[in-house]
Structures are given as C-alpha cells and as structure tokens.
C-alpha cells in the first residue's frame, strides 16, 4: 500500500452533501506533476446548515462516511484531509499595507527583501478587530514601489515604499472552530482550511482566462459562493445565502407536493430556461401515500419556477460584484460549477443576466480513471485535494534544495498560476498554520 504522505485528500462539506476526494500524485506529458483520482465518495449532509455545523455529532458521522467510501474505493490510507471552506460567514474584501524600506547596510540604497514583503502584507491584513471574526487567507494582488504599480512580484528591487494592494478572507471564528472540531472527531488531522471557492478555480479554470480575468460562480445546496480572479490574483470572494435546495423548495411549494418528489422532478425533468421545453411537455408526478390520486404538470411551469429562483440567485451575485467594484475585472466570463450547474439552461440564465460568455466548469488536469468526475459537482473536493497535493510538491522540492539546512520549507515563494502565487511568507504562515491557532 502506497504511503499515506503520498496521499492527499480534498473535503468538501456541502449543505446537501459531503463529498471526500481522494488523490495521489501523477505526471503529464511535460513530466509535471498532476493530481490522480483513486477513490471518491459522498454522504448525505446532516448536522450542517448552508456551511455551518450546527449538530457536531452528526456533521463527524457524515464526514467519516465520505471519507471511509473513498477510502473503500481507493485502498489507500487517509491520515489528514484539505478541509474547504464555505458559508455566509466567510467574506473577502481587498486592503492596502504600506511599509518604508530602509536600507541594510549605511551607504546603499534600499532593497526590497523577503521580509520587506511580509511585513507590508501583515500592514495590509491589519484590519479592524470584529467579534468572532478571524483573518485567516491574504493574498497580495499587485505592489506598488515608491508608487509604480503593477508589480508582481518587487523582490530585490530598489525603493524605499513598498505597498501592496491585497485580498483578505475573514470568517467566523466559532464557525471554523466547530469545523475543526468536528474533524478532529473523526480522527482526521487537516492538512489546510481553504475557502471553496479558491479550490474551484484551481480545480476548473484554463490559463487564458485566468489570465485575462474570470468569475466562478459555485451554485451549492444551500449557498453560492463567487470569486474573481485575474492574472494569479483573487479580487473578489463572497457568498449568496440561496443555493439549488431553494429551486427544490419552490417547487415543492407552488405545485403541493413533497421536497423528496420535488427534488427528483428537478433532477430527472427539470430545466430552467424556456428554450430547452416544449411547451406541451407534461411530467407525471409519482403517487405517493397519502395522495389524491394521479397527477400531471407543465414541465413549462416547472421551469418558470426554477427560472425565477435561478434569475434571482445570479442577479444578487450580480449587485455583490457590482457593489464592489470589480466587474470590471471580469473580461473573458463566467464559470458555473457545483451541483447547481447541473440544471439544464442555467448557463443561458446566467448569460441573460451578466450579459457575458457562460460556460459549465469541471475539474481539468485529472489523470486515472476520471471521467465519471469530471463533473462540476466534484469540482470543489478536487481542487481542495489538487491544492493539497501543490503544497507537499512544494514542499519536497524545499528539502532538495541546496540551502535546506539553512531555510525552512515556509521561505518557499509559491509557483503555480493561481494559488498562492507569490504570496510571501507571512501569508504562507497564515494559512499553514490557522488551525494551530484554536
């Protein structure tokens, strides 16, 4: 059996269901490393309400049931997991850390260091206290040097200001508490707490339009969680209250029938764009104890239902965005994942509302026998374990390094397009070692 510190694992706690990924490192073509699905599997969420654990006894059950089906699949050992992180707790806003740079040594001029850089990011995550509220993600966008922007990545340049703009994710310290106990229930140790919707770019973006700037919309259960990113740089995160179990209470309630019967009429029969119904379309719901007998309905009504949920949902994610200010970094579109982009016409939705390209994401750069999950719904468990994999790369490659003895692996300057990328060591530290905090 392959080593345990070989295996990464992503866990994402959904309000609708817990979905475990289990993977192992691979390479492609180029010899680069690539993430290798071997063992996948999900439970029915309990105990969890839109992110939230509100029953810990419940939400360990569930999470060892996602995980011990995964491991059946997979035949590996699982000692620690990649927890994500979502719920309307979580929130993203952008700051600014401004330092004065002083030069080493009497006579030379001022020179940009490690350290210059980690400081100016404990300026900009230096926001005000809230109750229950912890920083636990910051990542630089851009830096300025004595005023010139757009700089990656200042490093050794000469200046004696360094700012950087950055993107800061706080959330709801007894929320990521209970989440952190929960786990540590069922005998788990966490690799890293990670907000979902990072995880769902790594896991389905291409590079060009990243580059160019995207918005990933996740439409869960019972949330949806947006993010923007441009150029390897995370301008916007935040969270919708409303997920696809709101299209399945709408149903349910216009047409008097049960959640379980509304949801398989979603699944199996529902849309939620006019184009893709005839309107003569009839769908015949199932008799169930307790009914009046046989009955039919419009699969057209069906889907204005789903429609005005669905119109409602990109609309509020809309105005966040636009309340803002950063749809403007938003040039090549928008990706749709989660189990909610499942619903036939939700991309054509989408396009009414932002007026933009939409397209269907799921998880890219798989090896192995993936296909069955190359779906959007698997989406954030994958990026959570591609994410994990990232960082034990990362971190081998710190003790081939000639000067291991004198650095520890957090000087490690992160290389990916994405996550991470030159976030600088104080922001490593942050995310490695949040969980230590509690």
Known sequence: MMDSNDIVVGLDI????????????????????????????????????????????SASSCIVQAVEAAVNMSGRDVEEVVCGISGEHVKGLNSIGVVKVDSRRRGEKPEITEQSKQEAMKSAGAIPEVPDRETFFVMPIEYKVNNQGGIKNPLHMIGNRLEVQAHIITASTSAMRNLKNCIDRSEYGIQNMVPITLADCKAVL????????????????????????MNGATYFTGVVPIGGKYVTGDIAAVLRLSNDIAEKIKVNQGACHESLVDDKEVIEIPVTSGSFGERTVSRLKVCEIAKARMWEIFTKVKRAVE????????????????????????????????????????????????????????????????????????????????????????????????????????????????VKDF
């Open 323 to 434: 309340d803002a200010k950063t749809m403007q970094y938003v040039n090549s579109g928008i990706v749709l994942t989660g189990g909610g982009a499942l619903l036939p016409g939700v991309s054509e939705v989408a396009e009414e509302v932002f007026k933009i390209p939409v397209r269907i994401g799921v998880p890219l750069g798989l090896t192995g026998e993936a296909k069955d999950y190359e779906n959007p719904k698997y989406a954030g468990a994958i990026g959570l374990a591609q994410i994990g994999l990232d960082m034990k790369v990362r971190a081998r490659m710190a003790k081939k390094r000639p000067d291991a003895g004198k650095s520890s692996h957090d000087d490690i300057e992160p290389e990916d397009d994405g996550f991470f990328k030159k976030a600088g060591k104080w922001m490593w530290d942050k995310t490695k070692n949040f």
């Open 14 to 57: 959904g309000t609708v269901n817990v979905t475990a990924v289990i993977g192992e490192c691979d390479v492609d073509r180029m010899g680069e490393p690539v993430l290798k699905v071997v063992g996948v599997g999900n439970a029915p969420s309990e105990g969890i309400r839109n992110g939230v654990i509100i029953n810990k006894e």
């Open 206 to 229: 291409v590079p060009e339009e990243e580059k160019a700037g995207v918005m990933v919309i996740d439409i869960g259960g019972g949330t949806t969680e947006v993010g923007i990113q």
